[in-house]
Nanobody, 125 residues
Framework: QVQLVESGGGLVQSGGSLRLSCEAS????????MAWYRQAPGKEREMVAS???????NYLNSVKGRFTISRDNAKKAAYLQMNSLKPEDTAVYYC???????????????????WGQGTLVTVSA
């Protein structure tokens, strides 16, 4: 059973920092893209940042210059360093990973998308 476990959320004052972590368990797969999403109360889930297996990154415009996504492929982990936090960053943050699972000896594979359970980030004014 493959799972993503997130940690690092909490309460922080405006202007503060937090670092979120996400680690995958299990075996029998390789991780392709990883991403962090967030969902604020009453709003749709949005992608905050993504990173490919090669390290290419992409960010939501409102977090550019404040958030940094990184990953450690050996640890099957992704991180989100969040600086200069604002009250509008308050949300439940979710980690997502695309798993590549080889299904036969010819190398055919399928991609499975998995999500973490979410971690709450609250930024007070």
């Amino acid at each position: 059973q493959v799972q993503l476990v997130e940690s690092g959320g909490g309460l922080v004052q405006s202007g503060g920092s937090l670092r979120l972590s996400c680690e995958a368990s299990g075996s029998g797969y390789s991780i392709q893209d990883m991403a962090w999403y967030r969902q604020a109360p009453g709003k749709e889930r949005e992608m905050v940042a993504s990173i490919t297996s090669g390290g290419n990154t992409n960010y939501l415009n409102s977090v550019k210059g404040r958030f940094t996504i990184s990953r450690d492929n050996a640890k099957k982990a992704a991180y989100l360093q969040m600086n200069s936090l604002k009250p509008e960053d308050t949300a439940v943050y979710y980690c997502k990973a695309d798993l590549k699972i080889v299904v036969n000896v010819e190398g055919a594979y399928r991609i499975r998308e998995i999500w973490g359970q979410g971690t709450l980030v609250t930024v007070s004014a």
